[in-house]
């Protein structure tokens, strides 16, 4: 059995070790391609510049990439807090007929692909003369987001004791003060966290941006596919610079998610 153990375990690291130099590789080689000059398969670039960064910043007018970005990611947060958070509320601490029902609904949009209902809703938007705008990007990037920060927000809620909200109401305070002065402050590190998770994973929605974005509404990740793959001819170093300021916006927001919360709250159900 102990040999069994040890096994187990030197395969599990062995395959963790072949996995981070796997991944660690790949970053390292759009890093110093995005940074390099003559570089033709020497282990290391002959030179290296920020002319890539240049040339990518004034072709993108990459101020109004960013702007668009964050607006996006931002707006879709906040819209999705104010939806999901009532919702996960009801769902934590309410039990009633086909309740799994509407949940499996709730959470139909993460589990089909995308494009599946992308298509559709980006027709609709197109005929309401949202898309190509920002607030039509927001809107389809909200489809899938509010159910995502529904589903981060139950867990947390079910952590928080009944009792606490039973005390304040035998307390004389009404259920906006409860909520306010109880609920809210107890639930800040879930909100916290799926603000910032839901703002990483809108940076990240490719297929419905892609649908409803126009020139001045598109996010990096749907500039980089561009870069890559529309008709002319772009520096391969410029689109790894790119994808470079694409993945520290991405890992910015992430590794200060993880800052905040544990990831097993994500899973944790309250009898």
Do not use: C
């Not at 970053?27 to 020497?42: D, H, P, R």
């Not at 809210?184 to 419905?208: D, H, K, N, W, Y």
């Not at 990740?221 to 916006?249: E, K, S």
């Amino acid at each position: 059995m102990r040999n069994r153990v040890g096994l187990s375990k030197a395969l599990f690291w062995f395959a963790i070790v072949i996995y981070s130099f796997n991944i660690l590789g790949i970053i390292l080689t759009v890093v110093l391609n995005s940074l390099s000059k003559e570089w033709y398969g020497e282990l290391l670039p002959k030179i290296f510049t920020f002319e890539w960064y240049a040339y990518m910043a004034k072709e993108h007018d990459l101020p109004q990439l960013l702007y668009a970005t964050f607006i996006v990611a931002i707006s879709v947060a906040l819209i999705a807090l104010i939806i999901g958070l009532p919702t996960a509320y009801v769902l934590a601490r309410y039990d009633f007929r086909f309740k799994n029902v509407i949940l499996s609904l709730l959470l139909l949009p993460m589990l089909i692909p995308p494009m599946t209902y992308g298509i559709p809703l980006a027709a609709l938007l197109y005929k309401l003369r949202l898309a190509t705008r920002l607030p039509g990007v927001i809107l389809a990037n909200l489809v899938p987001v509010v159910p995502y920060v529904t589903l981060i927000l139950t867990p947390f809620i079910e952590q928080i004791d009944v009792s606490y909200e039973s005390a304040a109401r035998v307390l004389g305070a009404n259920r906006l003060q409860t909520f306010l002065k109880i609920l809210l402050p107890l639930t800040v590190p879930g909100i916290f966290t799926a603000a910032l998770l839901s703002i990483v994973r809108t940076i990240a929605m490719f297929e419905l941006t892609f649908l409803v974005a126009g020139p001045k509404s598109q996010t990096v990740v749907v500039a980089l596919y561009y870069d890559a793959y529309a008709a002319g001819t772009r520096p391969p170093q410029a689109i790894d610079a790119l994808a470079v300021v694409y993945f520290l916006i991405t890992m910015t927001f992430l590794v200060i998610a993880l800052r905040f919360t544990s990831p097993t709250q994500f899973v944790y159900r309250g009898k």
